[in-house]
Nanobody
Framework: QLQLVQSGGGLVQPGGSLRLSCAASGFNLNRHSIIWFRQAPGKEREGVSCISPTISDGGIFYGDSVKGRFTISRDDSKNTVYLQMNRLNTEDTAVYYC????????????????WGQGTQVTVSS
């Protein structure tokens, strides 16, 4: 059974950092593109970052709002993808989801069918 389990998140002050994890079970992540996307209250879902399958070397992509602040990475030995979030601001407050799919990398979250459970990130002083 394909499953993504997220961890990390929480409350952080503006300017702070958090790291989100997305661990897979039931399949090998290295053949999947992994997206992180988020949904803030009253806003549409937004693709944050995508990392291509290890076997494809297809690259990494970031949304304009997080470029230079967020870093996506994967550890295939742990079957896990991470999202390191630095210089967080209040606009980053949202529920964050990871999702996997055997496709070319994209920031279009609707193309991904296997989702994690979501984790809340709150940036507030």
């Amino acid at each position: 059974q394909l499953q993504l389990v997220q961890s990390g998140g929480g409350l952080v002050q503006p300017g702070g950092s958090l790291r989100l994890s997305c661990a897979a079970s039931g399949f090998n992540l290295n053949r999947h593109s992994i997206i992180w996307f988020r949904q803030a209250p009253g806003k549409e879902r937004e693709g944050v970052s995508c990392i291509s399958p290890t076997i494809s070397d297809g690259g990494i992509f970031y949304g304009d709002s997080v470029k230079g602040r967020f870093t996506i990475s994967r550890d295939d030995s742990k079957n896990t993808v991470y999202l390191q979030m630095n210089r967080l601001n209040t606009e980053d407050t949202a529920v964050y989801y990871c999702a996997a799919e055997v496709i070319w990398c994209s920031l279009d979250w609707s193309l991904f069918n296997s989702w994690g459970q979501g984790t809340q990130v709150t940036v507030s002083s």
